[in-house]
């Protein structure tokens, strides 16, 4: 992870209108790039989320998710009991900063209490109950769009990468003859169906608990989609950290929100399905996120024996 220079640290001081005494570094165990909680002389705290420079030749840049971040607080009207304050950016060597409302102290889960899981539900269904915007900036992340993925898997002819080792041949068997309804699922949810804000990144890293709601952090992924992004991943992390099986947990939201369409709810474990699959078997990622992956691909296959044939020793 690079190290945050003073000049970016010394222009949060200014635009926060303290100088930074200290500041701390979180250790997010999925975050690549440094985020700090700063302690100001007046004895306010903050939060810096920083962008580091990248090549103009990459794909990818974290300048841009911060740009993309603050956009989002400026320009939409987000409801403010779900997010943190927005304080602003800041810019020096060729870095960005994201300056944000520090909640440290608020409870985070796990464990997901009835009381925890009802809180986030209801944030969830109060985000996806407002008026969506206009136009969001492009999703670099692709989710505006379908992506190849059962193409690629398809591609790699059962290529093992980092798939559990339990996904044998009666596991490709399984997937091949369920893959055109899995394809046609997710290729729906790019039709005509309704359009929210949503978060697309919800899960117990990026939240805390505020007495009857929960309040989203890192908003750097949202896009304009099915709700079910948000619900259904949501779910899915409630139930790998210990909580109600996944359809259960996402019981709790459409009690709160209406009930979802079965078809998007299919469309989306298919997208999660296909996109576990191909990254595992590409495997080409950091040992924490492939493990993180493994064990939502667990979740979303015995999730998906409530709509397809079971596959093997599940349901």
């Given at each position: ?9 010394d222009a949060a001081g200014r635009a926060l209108g ?267 990622s950091r040992p924490v996120n492939q493990q993180l ?19 093997p020793d599940v349901g």
């Amino acid at each position: 992870m690079p190290e945050v220079p003073a000049a970016l640290i010394d222009a949060a001081g200014r635009a926060l209108g303290a100088p930074v005494q200290a500041s701390a570094l979180s250790t997010a165990p999925f975050s690549v790039r440094p985020v700090l909680r700063l302690f100001l002389a007046d004895g306010r705290t903050a939060v810096l989320k920083t962008g580091a420079p990248t090549p103009a030749e990459s794909a990818f840049r974290w300048c841009d998710l911060v740009a993309r971040e603050a956009w989002l607080y400026e320009q939409v009207p987000l409801p403010s009991a779900l997010r943190p304050a927005y304080r602003g950016v800041v810019r020096a060597a060729g870095w960005w900063g994201l300056l944000l409302e520090d909640l440290t102290g608020h409870p985070v889960p796990p464990p997901w209490t009835t009381a925890a899981i009802t809180a986030t539900a209801r944030a969830l269904a109060h985000l996806h109950a407002a008026p969506p915007p206009a136009s969001l900036p492009p999703d670099w992340h692709g989710r505006d769009r379908p992506q190849p993925f059962f193409a690629r898997i398809a591609a790699r002819q059962r290529a093992p990468g980092d798939l559990p080792a339990s996904w044998d041949g009666a596991w490709w068997d399984w997937f091949e003859r369920q893959q055109p309804t899995l394809e046609r699922a997710y290729q729906q949810l790019f039709g005509p169906e309704r359009q929210a804000l949503v978060h697309n990144n919800v899960r117990s890293d990026n939240l805390f608990l505020d007495t009857e709601t929960a309040i989203l952090i890192d908003w750097d992924h949202a896009i304009l989609a099915t709700p079910a992004y948000d619900s259904v991943y949501w779910a899915l992390g409630v139930e790998r950290e210990g909580g109600p099986p996944a359809a259960v947990v996402h019981a709790h939201y459409e009690a709160l929100a209406g009930p979802l369409p079965e078809a998007e709810v299919l469309g989306v474990l298919a997208f999660w399905l296909g996109y576990f699959v191909d990254h595992l078997q590409a495997a080409r990622s950091r040992p924490v996120n492939q493990q993180l992956r493994r064990e939502y691909l667990q979740l979303v296959v015995r999730w998906l024996a409530a709509f397809l044939p079971p596959p093997p020793d599940v349901g």
